[in-house]
């Protein structure tokens, strides 16, 4: 039994950081350009993303790597996407119902009542809400889409896999959501939220980089988001 004890203990590793509720956002000194090209990038990528509400994987692999400085919040997904649906539409289009595209859910204090939504397709056509509230007690669905998050930036590029994408949150813009409990993080803080991918391909898919584990439909359950912990 002697010989399997170090590769049972590399299983257990392995599978608690593949259903950790903990998503790193590792600190960088310098600025990324945020042009869909990721070969400067320098954090680790997660994943590959699972079928949210199951965690059996994808179709289509897609991974994430997020990092933050001083001055912003930095995304970045790899997707793998033989079919790429969609087009270059206006900002702040109903793009989650028609086109392949990748988002971010960002809740800073964790009280699944005001959390960010932004969404960016293989085309860099972007949007960005504020979920007010989903839930009875307050009403419910009560989304703001008129949100403008000042220098948000978002850069899609097609690739002879799929598509990579690259975001640019300014923390500067975001404390000035009201309501919204946001703040500049530092080294330590965590914040709610996920990552997610809808494909629209020959199977519509609803993927995640963590599965909620109640295995409800929706990306919306606030109360299921991951952590995202600002690391050195």
């Not at 009403?139 to 930036?153: K, P, S, Y």
Request: a negative charge; hydrophobic letters at 35%.
């Amino acid at each position: 039994m002697k010989l399997y004890q170090p590769l049972l203990l590399v299983l257990f590793i392995y599978a608690s950081f593949g259903y950790s509720q903990t998503i790193p956002v590792y600190k960088i000194n310098e600025k990324p350009v945020i042009d869909g090209d990721l070969s400067d990038w320098k954090t680790p990528f997660l994943g590959p993303f699972v079928i949210h509400n199951s965690a059996e994987k994808a179709t289509q692999n897609t991974m994430v790597s997020l990092s933050w400085n001083g001055e912003n919040l930095y995304i970045a997904y790899k997707v793998v996407d033989s079919n790429i649906i969609g087009s270059n539409q206006k900002k702040d289009s109903s793009i989650f119902n028609t086109d392949d595209l990748v988002e971010i859910f960002i809740d800073p204090d964790g009280d699944g009542k005001n959390y960010l939504e932004i969404g960016v397709n293989a085309f860099s056509t972007n949007y960005d809400m504020l979920i007010k509230c989903i839930s009875p007690d307050c009403g419910g669905w009560n989304t703001a889409l008129n949100l403008d998050i000042i220098g948000l930036e978002t850069v899609s590029k097609i690739t002879a896999e799929g598509f990579c994408t690259e975001i640019k949150i300014p923390f500067s813009s975001l404390e000035k959501i009201e309501n919204a409990n946001f703040s500049k993080p530092k080294k330590g803080i965590k914040w709610k939220g996920n990552t997610f991918r809808i494909d629209y391909g020959n199977t519509t898919e609803y993927l995640a980089l963590q599965a909620y584990k109640s295995k409800n439909f929706g990306f919306h359950q606030p109360k299921e988001f991951a952590v995202f912990e600002f690391m050195e």
